[in-house]
């Protein structure tokens, strides 16, 4: 693969991890553009790069495939300046990483020429974050830029997958799910656990490789076989024995109940249902 000549607007978490990344890959990035100036440390450890402040004002300041990494509310608006400021832009790739929009947001640049798509890493940043290994990307757009994304996914050792426009709303609310909630569920283990006078860091340093052993049970195997524990054994009495621990706080047992009738549907899905889970059902209603 040809590679092409790399522009970044927007080097916040996103766009600091793609010049870093790219650059580690041996892509040319030639220019990135932001509202201020950028870290000293940043422009020292990319001499190669152009850093400017401020938006594009001319096609020619511009790579052949440009990111967009601003916040979700700036996109547009960014894209409609820059389609004010350089007017054509043929040949131009142009790709926003943001996981709720579409490549439409994008409208103005594919009608200044520009072919368009949104590339978004299914990851939680991190500011010093170096690579892009492991990660998975949905992305849709041009078919054009769709192509050169995957083969560029592939130098970051990284996985991508095509979306229909349609489903990205709900591709992203189930990774807030997956990755927000899983914060959300790793702090009301923890305040079980403080109820039998565990601190809350013994019991989230211990209940985090648990937590981890468990992701690597879904991966490799899925939900209906990763679902171990009293619910899916069918334990009716360890089950009642929460719950009678738990009537004391209603919040806590309500989420204790609500995500336990989850389980039994994966079980019943999986045909693992048994008269001990009838019995759990109606403790759990």
């Known amino acids: 693969m040809k590679k092409p000549r790399i522009s970044i607007i927007g080097p916040g978490r996103v766009g600091t991890a793609l010049l870093k990344a790219l650059s580690n890959q041996n892509f040319e990035v030639i220019t990135v553009f932001s509202r201020s100036t950028c870290s000293e440390n940043l422009i020292k450890s990319h ?10 004002s001319h096609s020619n300041e511009l790579g052949e495939l440009i990111f967009i990494t601003v916040s979700d509310d700036a996109i547009i608006p960014v894209a409609e300046t820059i389609a004010e400021n350089t007017q054509e832009l043929v040949g131009k790739f142009l790709v926003h990483c943001s996981g709720t929009l579409t490549s439409e947001a994008l409208k103005p640049l594919k009608e200044n020429g520009a072919m368009v798509a949104s590339f978004h890493p299914m990851k939680a940043v991190t500011p010093n974050m170096l690579s892009f290994k492991g990660t998975w990307f949905d992305m849709e757009g041009d078919e054009a830029v769709l192509c050169l994304l995957e083969n560029i996914a592939d130098e970051l050792e990284s996985n991508s997958f095509r979306v229909d426009k349609e489903a990205k709303p709900f591709l992203h609310m189930s990774a807030v799910v997956a990755s927000n909630y899983l914060v959300v569920l790793a702090e009301i283990a923890s305040v079980i656990a403080q109820k039998g006078n565990i601190s809350a860091k013994i019991a989230l340093k211990a209940l985090a490789p648990l937590m ?8 490799e195997l899925g939900t209906e076989e990763a679902l171990t ?24 047992l309500g989420l204790y109940k609500s995500l336990g009738r ?24």
């Open 229 to 252: 524990g009293p619910i899916a054994r069918g334990d009716v009495e360890t089950v009642r024995d929460h719950i009678e621990r738990l009537k004391e706080d209603e919040e806590l």
């Open 212 to 219: 981890e052993n468990t992701l690597e049970n879904v991966r």
């Open 262 to 285: 989850q389980a039994l549907l994966i079980l019943k899905r999986d045909q693992r249902f048994s008269e001990n889970h009838l019995e759990i059902e109606t403790l759990l209603s």
């Open 47 to 56: 001499p190669e790069t152009h850093f400017k402040t401020g938006l594009p």
